[in-house]
Protein backbone atom coordinates (compact mmCIF):
# COMPACT_ATOMS: atom_id res chain seq x y z
CA UNK A 1 0.00 0.00 0.00
CA UNK A 2 1.33 3.35 -1.01
CA UNK A 3 1.89 6.17 1.46
CA UNK A 4 -0.73 8.07 -0.23
CA UNK A 5 -3.46 5.39 0.23
CA UNK A 6 -2.74 4.62 4.06
CA UNK A 7 -2.92 8.01 4.78
CA UNK A 8 -6.48 8.26 3.89
CA UNK A 9 -7.18 5.34 5.43
CA UNK A 10 -6.29 6.68 8.58
CA UNK A 11 -7.89 9.52 7.90
CA UNK A 12 -11.20 7.64 7.37
CA UNK A 13 -10.65 4.87 10.28
CA UNK A 14 -10.22 8.23 12.52
CA UNK A 15 -13.20 9.95 11.37
CA UNK A 16 -15.42 7.54 11.88
CA UNK A 17 -14.13 6.15 15.02
CA UNK A 18 -15.26 10.10 15.98
CA UNK A 19 -18.57 9.39 13.95
CA UNK A 20 -19.32 6.30 16.65
CA UNK A 21 -18.69 8.82 19.75
CA UNK A 22 -21.57 10.02 21.77
CA UNK A 23 -22.25 13.76 20.88
CA UNK A 24 -22.04 15.56 23.86
CA UNK A 25 -23.23 19.48 22.61
CA UNK A 26 -24.69 20.38 19.76
CA UNK A 27 -25.79 23.47 17.88
CA UNK A 28 -28.60 23.40 15.28
CA UNK A 29 -28.59 26.57 13.23
CA UNK A 30 -27.72 28.97 16.35
CA UNK A 31 -27.89 32.63 15.55
CA UNK A 32 -27.25 35.62 17.90
CA UNK A 33 -28.21 39.13 16.33
CA UNK A 34 -27.32 41.85 18.26
CA UNK A 35 -28.80 45.23 17.90
CA UNK A 36 -26.95 47.50 15.39
CA UNK A 37 -25.14 50.41 17.34
CA UNK A 38 -25.62 54.07 16.04
CA UNK A 39 -28.63 53.55 13.98
CA UNK A 40 -27.26 50.73 12.27
CA UNK A 41 -29.39 47.35 11.30
CA UNK A 42 -28.64 44.50 13.81
CA UNK A 43 -25.97 42.49 12.97
CA UNK A 44 -25.62 38.95 13.38
CA UNK A 45 -22.35 38.22 15.71
CA UNK A 46 -22.96 34.09 15.62
CA UNK A 47 -24.85 33.62 11.80
CA UNK A 48 -26.50 30.08 11.04
CA UNK A 49 -24.51 28.01 12.96
CA UNK A 50 -24.24 23.84 13.71
CA UNK A 51 -21.86 22.21 14.67
CA UNK A 52 -21.45 18.47 17.09
CA UNK A 53 -19.08 18.36 20.04
CA UNK A 54 -18.41 14.61 21.15
CA UNK A 55 -17.30 13.48 24.48
CA UNK A 56 -13.69 13.41 25.04
CA UNK A 57 -13.05 15.55 22.07
CA UNK A 58 -10.63 18.93 22.29
CA UNK A 59 -12.31 20.77 19.80
CA UNK A 60 -10.76 24.04 18.64
CA UNK A 61 -12.34 27.21 17.47
CA UNK A 62 -10.59 29.55 15.81
CA UNK A 63 -11.32 33.05 14.22
CA UNK A 64 -10.19 36.55 14.11
CA UNK A 65 -11.12 39.20 16.80
CA UNK A 66 -14.79 40.00 16.83
CA UNK A 67 -15.22 36.80 14.62
CA UNK A 68 -18.11 36.03 17.33
CA UNK A 69 -15.91 32.74 18.91
CA UNK A 70 -16.62 34.21 22.50
CA UNK A 71 -20.57 34.61 21.71
CA UNK A 72 -20.70 31.20 19.96
CA UNK A 73 -18.92 29.61 23.18
CA UNK A 74 -21.39 31.14 25.48
CA UNK A 75 -24.45 30.00 23.71
CA UNK A 76 -23.27 27.06 25.17
CA UNK A 77 -23.52 27.41 28.74
CA UNK A 78 -26.13 29.63 27.80
CA UNK A 79 -24.91 32.87 29.05
CA UNK A 80 -25.32 34.15 26.14
CA UNK A 81 -29.42 33.63 25.10
CA UNK A 82 -29.53 32.28 20.99
CA UNK A 83 -31.97 34.27 19.04
CA UNK A 84 -32.70 31.48 17.08
CA UNK A 85 -31.54 27.71 16.39
CA UNK A 86 -31.28 25.32 19.84
CA UNK A 87 -28.27 23.90 21.64
CA UNK A 88 -28.70 20.56 22.95
CA UNK A 89 -26.37 19.16 25.64
CA UNK A 90 -26.67 15.52 26.75
CA UNK A 91 -29.44 14.76 24.45
CA UNK A 92 -31.34 17.56 26.29
CA UNK A 93 -32.35 20.89 24.23
CA UNK A 94 -30.73 24.02 27.03
CA UNK A 95 -31.22 27.29 25.26
CA UNK A 96 -34.85 27.44 26.26
CA UNK A 97 -34.41 26.66 29.91
CA UNK A 98 -35.17 29.45 32.89
CA UNK A 99 -32.46 30.43 35.01
CA UNK A 100 -33.28 28.32 37.47
CA UNK A 101 -33.52 25.22 35.56
CA UNK A 102 -29.82 26.12 34.01
CA UNK A 103 -28.16 26.10 37.57
CA UNK A 104 -28.11 21.90 37.85
CA UNK A 105 -26.72 22.24 33.93
CA UNK A 106 -24.38 24.65 34.26
CA UNK A 107 -22.16 22.73 36.85
CA UNK A 108 -21.90 20.15 34.05
CA UNK A 109 -20.67 22.80 31.88
CA UNK A 110 -17.20 24.74 33.38
CA UNK A 111 -15.31 28.01 32.00
CA UNK A 112 -11.96 29.58 32.13
CA UNK A 113 -11.45 33.17 30.78
CA UNK A 114 -7.68 34.93 29.20
CA UNK A 115 -7.82 36.75 32.98
CA UNK A 116 -8.51 33.80 35.08
CA UNK A 117 -11.16 35.73 37.04
CA UNK A 118 -10.14 34.91 40.79
CA UNK A 119 -11.49 37.01 43.58
CA UNK A 120 -8.03 38.65 44.66
CA UNK A 121 -9.63 38.73 48.37
CA UNK A 122 -9.72 35.32 49.23
CA UNK A 123 -6.77 32.73 49.05
CA UNK A 124 -6.04 30.15 46.61
CA UNK A 125 -7.96 27.65 48.25
CA UNK A 126 -11.16 29.50 48.72
CA UNK A 127 -11.21 30.55 45.21
CA UNK A 128 -11.58 26.73 44.53
CA UNK A 129 -14.25 25.69 46.71
CA UNK A 130 -16.32 29.07 45.62
CA UNK A 131 -18.51 27.43 43.41
CA UNK A 132 -19.37 24.55 46.51
CA UNK A 133 -20.44 27.23 48.85
CA UNK A 134 -24.52 27.06 48.49
CA UNK A 135 -23.79 22.57 47.85
CA UNK A 136 -24.57 20.35 50.08
CA UNK A 137 -21.12 19.39 50.57
CA UNK A 138 -19.14 19.65 54.21
CA UNK A 139 -16.63 22.32 54.36
CA UNK A 140 -14.01 19.35 55.34
CA UNK A 141 -15.17 17.64 52.25
CA UNK A 142 -14.90 20.67 49.84
CA UNK A 143 -11.38 21.49 51.05
CA UNK A 144 -10.09 17.59 50.52
CA UNK A 145 -12.05 18.12 47.33
CA UNK A 146 -10.24 21.30 46.21
CA UNK A 147 -7.10 20.11 47.78
CA UNK A 148 -7.02 16.51 45.51
CA UNK A 149 -7.49 19.22 42.85
CA UNK A 150 -4.92 21.60 43.07
CA UNK A 151 -2.71 18.79 43.41
CA UNK A 152 -4.18 17.29 39.79
CA UNK A 153 -3.07 20.84 38.36
CA UNK A 154 0.23 20.78 39.76
CA UNK A 155 -0.18 23.76 42.53
CA UNK A 156 -0.57 21.78 45.45
CA UNK A 157 1.54 23.96 47.59
CA UNK A 158 -0.31 26.82 47.14
CA UNK A 159 -3.59 26.46 48.75
CA UNK A 160 -2.81 28.76 51.42
CA UNK A 161 -1.89 31.76 48.97
CA UNK A 162 -3.29 34.78 47.36
CA UNK A 163 -4.02 35.12 43.83
CA UNK A 164 -1.65 38.01 43.51
CA UNK A 165 1.41 35.93 44.59
CA UNK A 166 1.27 33.97 42.00
CA UNK A 167 2.58 33.89 38.43
CA UNK A 168 -0.21 33.93 34.99
CA UNK A 169 0.22 30.31 34.89
CA UNK A 170 -0.03 29.32 38.08
CA UNK A 171 -3.39 31.28 38.62
CA UNK A 172 -4.68 29.81 35.17
CA UNK A 173 -3.93 26.74 37.00
CA UNK A 174 -5.93 27.77 40.04
CA UNK A 175 -8.97 28.66 38.04
CA UNK A 176 -8.70 25.42 36.17
CA UNK A 177 -9.17 23.73 39.65
CA UNK A 178 -11.77 25.77 40.33
CA UNK A 179 -13.65 24.81 37.51
CA UNK A 180 -13.31 20.94 37.67
CA UNK A 181 -15.04 21.32 41.46
CA UNK A 182 -18.26 20.63 40.23
CA UNK A 183 -17.22 17.38 38.08
CA UNK A 184 -17.94 18.97 34.77
CA UNK A 185 -18.12 17.21 31.39
CA UNK A 186 -17.24 19.82 29.51
CA UNK A 187 -14.58 22.69 29.50
CA UNK A 188 -14.95 25.92 27.69
CA UNK A 189 -11.63 27.95 27.33
CA UNK A 190 -11.87 31.38 25.97
CA UNK A 191 -8.66 32.34 25.24
CA UNK A 192 -7.05 31.19 28.31
CA UNK A 193 -3.23 31.03 27.46
CA UNK A 194 -3.78 34.14 25.07
CA UNK A 195 -2.26 35.97 28.28
CA UNK A 196 0.53 33.62 29.05
CA UNK A 197 4.19 33.43 27.33
CA UNK A 198 4.90 30.72 25.31
CA UNK A 199 6.49 28.29 27.57
CA UNK A 200 3.30 28.71 30.28
CA UNK A 201 0.64 28.11 27.27
CA UNK A 202 2.77 25.05 26.51
CA UNK A 203 2.49 23.50 29.83
CA UNK A 204 -1.29 24.84 30.05
CA UNK A 205 -1.87 23.19 27.15
CA UNK A 206 -0.03 20.04 28.10
CA UNK A 207 -2.33 20.02 31.33
CA UNK A 208 -5.31 20.26 29.48
CA UNK A 209 -4.34 17.57 27.43
CA UNK A 210 -3.70 15.46 30.08
CA UNK A 211 -6.95 16.52 32.01
CA UNK A 212 -8.80 14.91 28.69
CA UNK A 213 -7.18 11.95 28.73
CA UNK A 214 -7.41 11.08 32.38
CA UNK A 215 -10.22 12.35 33.28
CA UNK A 216 -12.04 11.99 29.77
CA UNK A 217 -12.93 15.81 29.93
CA UNK A 218 -14.29 17.08 26.80
CA UNK A 219 -12.83 20.49 25.91
CA UNK A 220 -13.47 23.65 23.78
CA UNK A 221 -11.10 25.69 23.21
CA UNK A 222 -11.10 29.23 21.75
CA UNK A 223 -8.06 30.67 20.21
CA UNK A 224 -6.62 33.18 17.30
CA UNK A 225 -3.73 30.99 17.33
CA UNK A 226 -2.92 27.81 14.91
CA UNK A 227 0.06 26.36 16.96
CA UNK A 228 -2.31 26.23 19.91
CA UNK A 229 -4.87 24.23 17.54
CA UNK A 230 -2.22 21.90 16.19
CA UNK A 231 -0.88 21.41 19.20
CA UNK A 232 -3.75 19.94 21.36
CA UNK A 233 -6.93 19.91 19.52
CA UNK A 234 -8.85 16.62 17.82
CA UNK A 235 -11.61 19.05 15.67
CA UNK A 236 -11.20 22.36 14.37
CA UNK A 237 -13.89 24.87 13.71
CA UNK A 238 -12.88 27.88 11.67
CA UNK A 239 -15.53 31.15 11.83
CA UNK A 240 -15.46 34.16 9.95
CA UNK A 241 -18.08 36.85 10.53
CA UNK A 242 -20.33 34.78 13.09
CA UNK A 243 -20.14 32.00 10.32
CA UNK A 244 -18.72 28.21 10.19
CA UNK A 245 -16.64 28.23 7.17
CA UNK A 246 -14.79 25.08 7.89
CA UNK A 247 -14.98 22.25 10.69
CA UNK A 248 -13.88 18.86 11.15
CA UNK A 249 -10.90 16.42 12.56
CA UNK A 250 -7.88 18.89 12.48
CA UNK A 251 -6.17 16.59 9.84
CA UNK A 252 -8.66 16.46 7.15
CA UNK A 253 -9.31 20.08 7.34
CA UNK A 254 -5.29 20.74 7.39
CA UNK A 255 -5.53 18.40 4.08
CA UNK A 256 -8.65 20.01 2.20
CA UNK A 257 -9.49 23.24 3.75
CA UNK A 258 -12.42 24.67 2.36
CA UNK A 259 -12.01 28.40 2.95
CA UNK A 260 -9.58 31.46 2.23
CA UNK A 261 -9.50 32.17 5.93
CA UNK A 262 -8.74 28.30 7.09
CA UNK A 263 -6.22 28.17 4.44
CA UNK A 264 -4.81 31.84 5.51
CA UNK A 265 -4.67 30.35 9.15
CA UNK A 266 -2.34 27.25 7.95
CA UNK A 267 0.33 28.91 5.91
CA UNK A 268 0.84 31.42 8.78
CA UNK A 269 1.04 28.62 11.50
CA UNK A 270 3.56 26.74 9.01
CA UNK A 271 5.99 30.28 8.97
CA UNK A 272 4.98 30.09 4.90
CA UNK A 273 5.19 33.92 5.28
CA UNK A 274 8.99 34.01 5.52
CA UNK A 275 9.15 31.84 2.23
CA UNK A 276 6.69 33.96 0.68
CA UNK A 277 8.84 37.08 1.46
CA UNK A 278 11.82 35.76 0.34
CA UNK A 279 9.80 34.65 -3.54
CA UNK A 280 7.96 37.85 -3.31
CA UNK A 281 11.22 40.43 -3.15
CA UNK A 282 14.11 38.86 -3.18
CA UNK A 283 16.54 39.39 -6.14
CA UNK A 284 18.05 35.66 -5.78
CA UNK A 285 14.29 34.23 -7.11
CA UNK A 286 13.30 36.89 -9.77
CA UNK A 287 13.27 34.11 -12.15
CA UNK A 288 11.61 31.84 -10.99
CA UNK A 289 8.56 34.55 -9.57
CA UNK A 290 8.87 36.09 -13.62
CA UNK A 291 8.33 32.43 -15.17
CA UNK A 292 4.69 32.39 -12.97
CA UNK A 293 6.09 28.71 -11.55
CA UNK A 294 5.57 28.89 -8.47
CA UNK A 295 3.42 26.65 -5.94
CA UNK A 296 2.99 25.98 -2.81
CA UNK A 297 2.41 22.24 -2.20
CA UNK A 298 0.92 21.85 0.86
CA UNK A 299 0.44 17.45 2.14
CA UNK A 300 -0.89 15.21 5.16
CA UNK A 301 0.92 12.18 5.87
CA UNK A 302 3.76 12.43 3.40
CA UNK A 303 7.21 13.33 4.86
CA UNK A 304 9.62 12.66 1.47
CA UNK A 305 9.40 16.12 -0.84
CA UNK A 306 11.86 14.54 -2.20
CA UNK A 307 10.41 11.52 -3.36
CA UNK A 308 7.64 13.99 -5.05
CA UNK A 309 9.75 15.86 -6.78
CA UNK A 310 12.02 12.92 -8.27
CA UNK A 311 8.42 11.50 -9.07
CA UNK A 312 7.07 14.59 -11.23
CA UNK A 313 10.95 14.33 -12.57
CA UNK A 314 10.47 11.21 -13.99
CA UNK A 315 6.79 10.96 -14.78
CA UNK A 316 7.15 14.63 -16.55
CA UNK A 317 10.49 15.54 -16.92
CA UNK A 318 9.36 18.63 -14.87
CA UNK A 319 12.21 19.49 -12.09
CA UNK A 320 10.85 21.15 -8.84
CA UNK A 321 13.20 23.32 -7.43
CA UNK A 322 12.47 23.42 -3.24
CA UNK A 323 13.09 27.26 -2.10
CA UNK A 324 11.45 26.66 1.06
CA UNK A 325 10.16 24.05 3.09
CA UNK A 326 8.36 23.29 6.93
CA UNK A 327 7.31 20.25 8.45
CA UNK A 328 4.56 19.77 11.18
CA UNK A 329 4.13 17.02 13.24
CA UNK A 330 0.04 17.45 14.23
CA UNK A 331 -1.65 14.06 16.27
CA UNK A 332 1.90 11.65 15.08
CA UNK A 333 1.27 12.81 11.21
CA UNK A 334 3.56 14.69 9.31
CA UNK A 335 1.88 17.97 7.71
CA UNK A 336 4.54 19.40 5.24
CA UNK A 337 4.46 22.41 3.42
CA UNK A 338 7.08 23.59 0.58
CA UNK A 339 7.47 26.78 -2.21
CA UNK A 340 8.55 25.07 -5.05
CA UNK A 341 9.69 26.42 -8.42
CA UNK A 342 8.24 23.88 -11.30
CA UNK A 343 10.39 24.33 -14.49
CA UNK A 344 9.28 22.51 -17.85
CA UNK A 345 6.95 22.68 -20.73
CA UNK A 346 3.65 24.10 -19.91
CA UNK A 347 2.13 20.97 -20.81
CA UNK A 348 4.60 19.18 -18.51
CA UNK A 349 4.06 21.50 -15.68
CA UNK A 350 -0.18 20.91 -15.84
CA UNK A 351 0.58 17.59 -15.89
CA UNK A 352 2.78 17.39 -13.10
CA UNK A 353 -0.12 19.46 -11.40
CA UNK A 354 -2.56 16.61 -12.25
CA UNK A 355 -0.66 14.36 -10.09
CA UNK A 356 0.01 16.51 -6.98
CA UNK A 357 -4.25 16.34 -6.87
CA UNK A 358 -3.94 12.47 -7.53
CA UNK A 359 -1.48 12.00 -4.38
CA UNK A 360 -3.39 14.16 -2.34
CA UNK A 361 -1.20 17.10 -2.86
CA UNK A 362 -2.72 20.41 -2.94
CA UNK A 363 -0.91 22.64 -5.01
CA UNK A 364 -1.87 26.24 -4.72
CA UNK A 365 -0.54 29.00 -6.92
CA UNK A 366 2.32 31.53 -5.30
CA UNK A 367 -0.20 34.66 -6.51
CA UNK A 368 -3.54 32.78 -4.46
CA UNK A 369 -1.39 32.22 -0.93
CA UNK A 370 -2.37 34.65 1.44
CA UNK A 371 -1.25 34.69 5.16
CA UNK A 372 -2.07 36.88 7.81
CA UNK A 373 0.77 39.61 8.70
CA UNK A 374 -0.71 40.16 11.98
CA UNK A 375 -1.13 36.85 13.49
CA UNK A 376 2.25 35.76 11.96
CA UNK A 377 3.62 38.92 13.79
CA UNK A 378 1.36 37.45 17.26
CA UNK A 379 3.23 34.01 17.08
CA UNK A 380 6.44 35.33 16.50
CA UNK A 381 6.63 37.10 19.62
CA UNK A 382 5.13 34.73 21.72
N1 LIG B 1 -23.46 42.03 24.21
C1 LIG B 1 -23.15 42.52 23.01
N2 LIG B 1 -23.86 43.50 22.43
C2 LIG B 1 -23.57 43.98 21.21
N3 LIG B 1 -22.56 43.50 20.45
C3 LIG B 1 -21.81 42.53 20.96
C4 LIG B 1 -22.05 41.97 22.25
N4 LIG B 1 -21.13 41.00 22.49
C5 LIG B 1 -20.35 40.94 21.38
N5 LIG B 1 -20.75 41.85 20.47
C6 LIG B 1 -20.18 42.03 19.14
O1 LIG B 1 -20.28 40.79 18.45
C7 LIG B 1 -19.14 40.55 17.65
C8 LIG B 1 -18.49 39.24 18.05
O2 LIG B 1 -17.92 39.40 19.34
P1 LIG B 1 -17.16 38.23 20.11
O3 LIG B 1 -16.71 38.79 21.40
O4 LIG B 1 -18.00 37.03 20.13
O5 LIG B 1 -15.92 38.00 19.14
P2 LIG B 1 -14.59 37.15 19.40
O6 LIG B 1 -14.38 36.33 18.19
O7 LIG B 1 -14.67 36.46 20.70
O8 LIG B 1 -13.48 38.29 19.44
P3 LIG B 1 -12.11 38.34 20.31
O9 LIG B 1 -11.14 37.43 19.62
O10 LIG B 1 -11.69 39.78 20.20
O11 LIG B 1 -12.42 37.94 21.70
C9 LIG B 1 -18.24 41.77 17.84
O12 LIG B 1 -18.48 42.65 16.77
C10 LIG B 1 -18.70 42.35 19.14
O13 LIG B 1 -18.45 43.73 19.19
MG1 LIG C 1 -13.59 36.56 22.44
Do not use: W
Not at 98 to 106: A, G, T
Not at 146 to 162: E, F, P
Not at 238 to 245: A, I, Q
Amino acid sequence: MSEVESTTLTNTAATSAQGERAALMRLDHVTVEFPGRDGKAPFHAVDDVSLTISKGDIYGIIGFSGAGKSTLVRTMNVLQRVTSGSVTFNGKEISSLSESELKPVRRKIAMIFQHFNLMPSRTVLDNVTLPLVHERISKADAKAKALRLLDLVGIADKANVYPRQLSGGQQQRVAIARALIGDPEILLCDEATSALDPRTTRSILTLLKDLNARLGLTIVLITHQMQVVKDICTRIAVVDHGRLVDDGGILDVFAHPTSELTREFIYTSGNINKGLELVRTHDLFAAERDAGNVYLLSSVGQGAEETLMADVHRRYGVTGNIIFGNVDVIHDTPFGMILVSLEGTPDAVRGALEYFATVGVEATPLADVHVNETQAEGEDDE
